[in-house]
T-cell receptor, first 115, second 110 residues
Framework: DTGVSQDPRHKITKRGQNVTFRCDPI?????LYWYRQTLGQGPEFLTY????????KSRLLSDRFSAERPKGSFSTLEIQRTEQGDSAMYLC?????????????FGPGTRLTVL | QKEVEQNSGPLSVPEGAIASLNCTYSDRGSQSFFWYRQYSGKSPELIMFIYSNGDKEDGRFTAQLNKASQYVSLLIRDSQPSDSATYLCAVIGTGNQFYFGTGTSLTVIP
C-alpha cells in the first residue's frame, strides 16, 4: 500500500453515462497525476496538478474528460458521455514535486468497463 | 517515434539467473529515469530510480543509465519466481511529463 487511494475500485457503466472517480494522494504530496492504462500498454499520461492548479493536459485527451483538485488535496476525474473505448484502468499517482526528480507512487486504480 | 521504447518480450529466465531489461528514450533532455514493476491486475510499483550516468545498485536490482546512448537498463540478479511481472520503464521528459514504455513481460521459471 503506497498511501494513495482511489475510489471506486471498479465501475461498470452503460455507454453514454457520466462517471466520476476520486483519488486521495499521499498527504504531503503536492503533485497529482492521472493516467489511463489498457491491456498490454504502459500507463498513458492524462493530466497533472501542482496543488490545485492543473498544469498540463494531454493533447490526446478528449473534451469529455475533466479533472479537478479544488483544495489541492483529493482529485476527481470525470468522463462524460462514456464510450466503449474509455474502458481501461484509470490510475492516480502522487509525488512530492515540483522537482523533476520526484518519483511517483501509484494508487490501486479504478477499472472502468463501459458496456 | 514513441518517447520510451521497450522490448515487450516475453522474456523467460531460469530461477537464479540474471534478467536483463532494456529501455531507450527519445528526449535527450530527460533527467530522471524509473523502473516500475507491475503484477497482473495491479498498479505499478516503483523499484528503482536513477538520475546520473552509470550504475545504481539496490539489493538484487541494478539500474544502468547511459545518457549519451539514451539507454536505461535494469538487471535482476538471482531471479526469483516472484519477480515474474511486467517491468515498465518511465522517463520524465523536458516538459515534466512522465512517459512510460509498454513494458517487458518477465517470467522466471522455477
Amino acid at each position: 500500500d503506497t498511501g494513495v487511494s482511489q475510489d471506486p475500485r471498479h465501475k461498470i457503466t452503460k455507454r453514454g453515462q457520466n462517471v466520476t472517480f476520486r483519488c486521495d494522494p499521499i498527504s504531503e504530496h503536492n503533485r497529482l497525476y492521472w493516467y489511463r492504462q489498457t491491456l498490454g500498454q504502459g500507463p498513458e499520461f492524462l493530466t497533472y496538478f501542482q496543488n490545485e492548479a492543473q498544469l498540463e493536459k494531454s493533447r490526446l485527451l478528449s473534451d469529455r474528460f475533466s479533472a479537478e483538485r479544488p483544495k489541492g488535496s483529493f482529485s476527481t476525474l470525470e468522463i462524460q458521455r462514456t464510450e466503449q473505448g474509455d474502458s481501461a484502468m484509470y490510475l492516480c499517482a502522487s509525488s512530492l514535486g515540483p522537482s523533476s526528480y520526484n518519483e511517483q507512487f501509484f494508487g490501486p486504480g479504478t477499472r472502468l468497463t463501459v458496456l | 517515434q514513441k518517447e520510451v521504447e521497450q522490448n515487450s518480450g516475453p522474456l523467460s529466465v531460469p530461477e537464479g539467473a540474471i534478467a536483463s531489461l532494456n529501455c531507450t528514450y527519445s528526449d535527450r533532455g530527460s533527467q530522471s529515469f524509473f523502473w516500475y514493476r507491475q503484477y497482473s491486475g495491479k498498479s505499478p510499483e516503483l523499484i528503482m530510480f536513477i538520475y546520473s550516468n552509470g550504475d545504481k545498485e539496490d539489493g538484487r536490482f541494478t539500474a544502468q543509465l547511459n545518457k549519451a546512448s539514451q539507454y536505461v537498463s535494469l538487471l535482476i540478479r538471482d531471479s526469483q519466481p516472484s519477480d515474474s511481472a511486467t517491468y515498465l520503464c518511465a522517463v520524465i521528459g523536458t516538459g515534466n511529463q512522465f512517459y512510460f514504455g509498454t513494458g517487458t513481460s518477465l517470467t522466471v521459471i522455477p
